[in-house]
């Protein structure tokens, strides 16, 4: 039953963890938080949900998804923070609320109110008994795929000239810019590649819970702050390894404590690392 939990919460952090990790990004870029990043998310989600009751197979919904996203996540850049570079610190944080009302009210007329079904039939497949363990082939696949999409984006930051710019911009943006790195392009970069996480997350979450609805987004994109804030604002391994700690607890608290108590512990933890290690785990 504990180590049944454990794969559980593994599963559901690392979707936290990609989530996260799109925070991290902007974050790092900007040092500011995209208070949208959360609709983004959901927003890839319900583009994912209807592509695929459109019948589109599962390795097609996720780059459709993920695509969308991404452009949602210029579209947030543009809107939200390009004209706004030289405005107070808290203009692009207060619009980016506002946009992210109007995307949540959009989902609401585009989709409905109420929680949205994913297609079953990408969700059946074989069951396998490890031991204690019983996993299917559905939680196998979103496993691999989290872990993929996180290499993924270790990989292209740390091994292509546009992750090298980023990095360089995150470091010191006067220097970058000096050195002829096009700081206003690695931003747009920045926003897609998080924004595109964000939505193939939105699928996973989709395929772990079977429902969504357009109010999830803001929930999910809040207990990933969580994450990122246990494991280290700015850090990628952080966001890596707070979604799965988030992950994990979350899960064994429903599992063996009081599943209504999980939003006090989550949310206190954080409150915890904010006042007591305000660098998490793996912060400077």
């Given at each position: 039953?504990?180590?049944?939990?454990?794969?559980?919460?593994?599963?559901?952090?690392?979707?936290?963890?990609?989530?996260?990790?799109?925070?991290?990004?902007?974050?790092?870029?900007?040092?500011?938080?995209?208070?949208?990043?959360?609709?983004?998310?959901?927003?890839?989600?319900?583009?994912?949900?209807?592509?695929?009751?459109?019948?589109?197979?599962?390795?097609?919904?996720?780059?459709?998804?993920?695509?969308?996203?991404?452009?949602?996540?210029?579209?947030?850049?543009?809107?939200?923070?390009?004209?706004?570079?030289?405005?107070?610190?808290?203009?692009?944080?207060?619009?980016?609320?506002a946009l992210g009302t109007v995307l949540q009210n959009t989902a609401t007329n585009i989709w409905g109110s109420y929680a949205r079904v994913f297609p079953r039939d990408y969700l059946t497949g074989t069951t396998f008994n490890l031991g204690p363990l019983v996993i299917s082939t559905t939680q196998i696949a979103i496993l691999v795929i989290a872990l993929l999409l996180m290499v993924g984006v270790h990989a292209f930051i740390h091994r292509t000239k546009v992750g090298l710019a980023m990095r360089a911009v995150a470091e010191d943006s006067d220097n970058s810019s000096l050195m002829g790195v096009n700081n206003k392009t690695i931003i747009v970069w920045t926003f897609f590649v998080s924004s595109a996480l964000a939505g193939a997350a939105g699928v996973l979450v989709f395929m772990v819970f079977g429902q969504l609805s357009p109010f999830t987004g803001g929930k999910l994109g809040l207990l990933a702050m969580v994450a990122m804030v246990i494991g280290g604002m700015g850090s990628m391994k952080g966001a890596m390894v707070g979604g799965l700690l988030l992950g994990v607890v979350q899960v064994m608290n429903s599992a063996y404590f009081m599943g209504s108590m999980t939003d006090i512990i989550l949310f206190g933890v954080m409150l915890l690392f904010i006042l007591l290690k305000p660098q998490g785990l793996f912060g400077n």
């Open positions: 039953m504990f180590l049944q939990q454990c794969l559980n919460g593994v599963i559901l952090g690392s979707i936290y963890a990609l989530i996260a990790i799109g925070y991290n990004l902007v974050l790092g870029i900007l040092n500011m938080l995209n208070l949208a990043h959360g609709e983004v998310f959901m927003m890839g989600a319900f583009v994912g949900l209807s592509f695929a009751l459109w019948k589109m197979p599962l390795w097609a919904v996720f780059p459709t998804a993920m695509l969308f996203a991404g452009l949602l996540g210029i579209l947030v850049e543009r809107t939200c923070f390009a004209p706004l570079r030289k405005a107070h610190l808290l203009a692009p944080l207060v619009s980016t609320i």
